[in-house]
């Protein structure tokens, strides 16, 4: 069994800065891309970043230059930093991981979410 734990939301003002944690724990073999997502009130989930398994990234385009993926594939732990935090970044955020298990069996495992909150 696969699991992924998001941690690090909670509520921010405008301008602020958070740093979301993501853990990956159970049977894992390899993992290649993880991706931060996040889902706003009424609208469908998005791409927020991606990084690769050698360490290649990709932003959406309303976070370029605020926010910054990492990750540690010794650890199995992604991280997003988070800058410049705008209202329109709340959200709940979400860690996926494209994660191959001991049976050799290689799908896209998600985490339960962690909500973001920016607000004055």
């Known amino acids: 069994q696969v699991q992924l734990v998001e941690s690090g939301g909670g509520l921010v003002q405008p301008g602020g800065s958070l740093r979301l944690s993501c853990a990956a724990s159970?049977?894992?073999?390899?993992?290649?891309?993880m991706s931060w997502y996040r889902q706003a009130p009424g609208k469908e989930r998005e791409l927020v970043a991606q990084?690769?398994?050698?360490?290649?990234?990709n932003y959406a385009d309303s976070v370029k230059g605020r926010f910054t993926i990492s990750r540690d594939a010794t650890k199995n732990m992604v991280w997003l930093q988070m800058n410049s935090l705008k209202p329109e970044d709340t959200a709940v955020y979400y860690c996926?991981?494209?994660?191959?298990?001991?049976?050799?069996?290689?799908?896209?495992?998600w985490g339960q979410g962690t909500q973001v909150t920016v607000s004055s």
């Open positions: 159970g049977r894992i073999r390899s993992i290649n891309a």
């Open positions: 996926s991981g494209n994660i191959m298990d001991y049976l050799y069996f290689r799908r896209n495992y």
């Open positions: 990084i690769t398994s050698v360490g290649d990234t």
